[in-house]
């Protein structure tokens, strides 16, 4: 039996999952009422709404003026396939592994694209050996580890002067961590994560240096038609870059609906504070959930080292002697009730860890997430962890 009183307040909005994230603060369906609906996506307002979209995500995300922005299909795994397929193959290959989309890059460069690579990886909660990372290969990674609560805490370890190109998996770092553009060369991410948009499309950023390589290299593979970014070019080369993709002529039929709701988003963000306040949010979040981790005993963070700890996917191991002495899969059946137990109760929903990922709870810290959320939140999780245990010794 549970001898532990049952908190008096929820969380006001129990959404606390990973992807699609939390809508922005004050959000209702009559945000999108200036959606541009039953029209083509290429007429004339279609294209300035989508055109919109990519201004503001260079303005809140203080991308370059030299960078191109685009909108892409496939969500952010679209985005990293399209740079992965038209960009890999002349210089040598690294990618890091430690988390479970990272290991998804691994298999669709060695499996997929058939290129011999080196995969610098680590155990869920670590990084890889950041050292071993090589100035004269390209490079694929995740800035922030969605399924492992796991992030890089600078871009030190690249080379200012590398000679390949950084493909950069952002899609639960944008908007809540400072990317260093000088670093990277082709960043992702998707609207579904930190601007709580929705969810089948990517944004694809491109550097001069992945222009210049796009335009002088052209892959082996064939070209599936959603990944081409160039125009053929009948004298050898990779073909000039499309611009119109990076002026709001998609690839495929975009929602204009999705768009709308993103831009919506990206609005609210100008609005708070743009990227110093999105970060500044996410911190404050991540802090919260700080506090309690070190004054409660049967849980730890996945990530055990703060300078690496996300500050949107915060994942979350139970460490209580008597769930680790369980089994593999009775911990995963203690970490699943404990996520059925909160979603029952209304007071935190889909914070189940990643299906791949150690079992545990994962929580959604980014700035679409209020504070007083996060604080009402972790009297619950000491609640239906002492709901859960109740029943185990009861078995």
């Known amino acids: 039996m549970n001898t532990l009183a049952k908190p008096a307040m929820r969380p006001a909005r129990a959404e606390f999952s990973s992807g699609p994230c ?43 003026d030299d960078f191109l922005v685009g909108i892409v299909p496939g969500s952010d795994t679209g985005a990293v ?9 002349p210089k040598p290959v690294q990618l890091l592994a430690f988390e479970s989309f990272g290991k998804d890059w691994v298999t669709d460069v060695t499996k997929q694209l058939k290129i011999q690579a080196e995969v610098l990886d680590a155990p869920y909660g670590q990084l890889p050996d950041l050292t071993k990372v090589r100035k004269d290969a390209d490079l694929v990674f995740t800035w922030n580890g969605t399924t492992s609560g796991v992030r890089v805490p600078n871009a030190d370890f690249i080379a200012a002067d590398r000679e390949g190109i950084t493909i950069c998996d952002a899609t639960s770092a944008a908007f809540a961590q400072d990317l260093d553009w ?20 990517g944004v694809l950023i491109l550097s001069p240096r992945a222009v210049a390589r796009l335009e002088s290299y052209t892959p082996a593979s064939p070209m599936p038609k959603p990944f081409r970014i160039t125009k053929p070019n009948k004298e050898g080369g990779g073909g000039k870059v499309t611009l119109d993709l990076f002026e709001g002529a ?32 996410a ?30 996917s915060v994942c979350l191991k139970v460490v209580d002697p008597r769930v680790t002495g369980l089994s593999e899969d009775a911990q995963a059946d203690f970490a699943k ?7 029952k109760e209304g007071a935190a929903l889909d914070v189940g860890g990643y ?20 604080e009402a939140l972790t009297p619950w999780l000491d609640w239906a962890f002492a709901s859960v245990i109740a029943d185990l010794q009861a078995a």
């Open 22 to 64: 939390a809508k922005r603060p004050g959000w209702t369906p009559e945000n999108l009422t200036n959606a541009v609906l039953g029209r083509s996506h290429r007429s004339k307002l279609g294209k300035a709404r989508l055109k919109e979209a990519i201004d503001r995500t260079r303005e809140v995300l203080e991308v370059p």
């Open 81 to 89: 396939e399209m740079a992965m397929w038209s960009m890999l193959g």
């Open 182 to 201: 000088g670093k990277l060369d082709v960043v992702t991410f998707s609207w579904q994560k930190a601007l709580g948009g929705e969810a089948a499309h």
């Open 250 to 281: 998609t690839i495929n039929t975009p929602s204009m609906l999705a768009v709308e709701d993103a831009v919506d988003a990206l609005k609210w963000a100008g609005q708070i504070g743009g990227m110093a306040e999105m970060k500044r949010r």
């Open 283 to 312: 911190d404050a979040n991540l802090g919260v959930l700080a506090d309690w981790v070190a004054k409660t005993p049967w849980v730890e963070f996945l990530a055990e080292t703060a300078a690496i700890r996300s500050n949107t």
């Open 337 to 343: 009730k404990l996520a059925a137990v909160l979603e």
């Open 355 to 374: 299906r791949d990922a150690p079992p545990g709870l994962r929580i959604w810290c980014g700035a679409t997430v209020e504070t007083s959320d996060v």
